[in-house]
């Protein structure tokens, strides 16, 4: 049994009293949540603060990236085994905005993936296809492209332990989320290339978010979807009034 996981990207929001005031209403609002596993990805400069707050709580921290070497000359990368001492459990790789604007590519994703893993920091891997490629239906093929190149040769006793994130990049900040069938679709997709890649054991034990304008209103039949056990979500995560509500009903 996978159980569900639901962790907030802050993005590049949030100042860290601001960050004090929403983890401090989520503590609250998630105080009886039992069944559901739940993380938030603050930006950088406010890990800390967040770390602090929700030490020794139910809500986990993590980070939005992490660079692949240990230490060393390389200006503005935050490295894995600082994001470790800092007390996080998480890392996002590979999110399409990070794709897209920052170069990232499945090379450099699945260096930052081993990175993590050497530090035991659990990396929450995103891909997805973009409108364009949707359209010409390429969808399966940049999927299942990106998480092969992404989770290629790498020890098993540590994939069983990693979040794929589906995030298809036409429903990201757009207010458009996949339907729960053409999300489900893509996740079985997904499962099914792990089991070829590493066996059934292991695919049954990845998590596989979907993450795309996930909302207190359509988190319900998502997660009623087979292989969608939990969400990546980003606007919604910013707000008590629609993260709390996101991870009640994904409990
Ligand atoms: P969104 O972002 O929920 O605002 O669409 C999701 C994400 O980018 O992880």
Known sequence: MRIPFIAGNWKMY?????????????????????????????????????SRLVANSRIALGAQNCYWEDKGAFTGEVAAPLLKEIGCKYCIVGHSERRQYFGETNETVRKRILALYKHGILPILCIGETLKEREKGQTEKVVLTQLRECLQNLPPERVVKTTVAYEPVWAIGTGK???????????????????????????????????????????????????????????????????????????
């Not at 949030?14 to 401090?24: G, N, Q, S």
């Not at 989320?177 to 489900?184: I, N, S, V, Y």
């Not at 998590?207 to 292989?227: A, F, H, T």
């Open 177 to 251: 989320t996949a339907t729960p069938q053409q999300a489900q679709e893509v996740h079985a997709l997904i499962r099914a290339e792990v089991v070829r890649m590493y066996g059934k054991d292991v695919a049954e034990g990845v998590r596989i978010q979907y993450g795309g304008s996930v909302k207190p209103d359509n988190i319900k039949e998502l997660m009623d979807q087979e292989d969608i056990d939990g969400a990546l979500v980003g606007g919604a995560s910013l707000k008590v009034d629609s993260f709390a509500p996101i991870v009640r009903f994904a409990e």
């Open 14 to 50: 949030m100042t860290r009293a601001e960050a004090k005031d929403l983890v401090e209403g989520l503590l609250t609002a998630l105080a009886n949540v039992r069944d559901v596993e739940v993380a938030v990805c603050p930006p950088f400069t406010a890990l800390d603060c967040v």
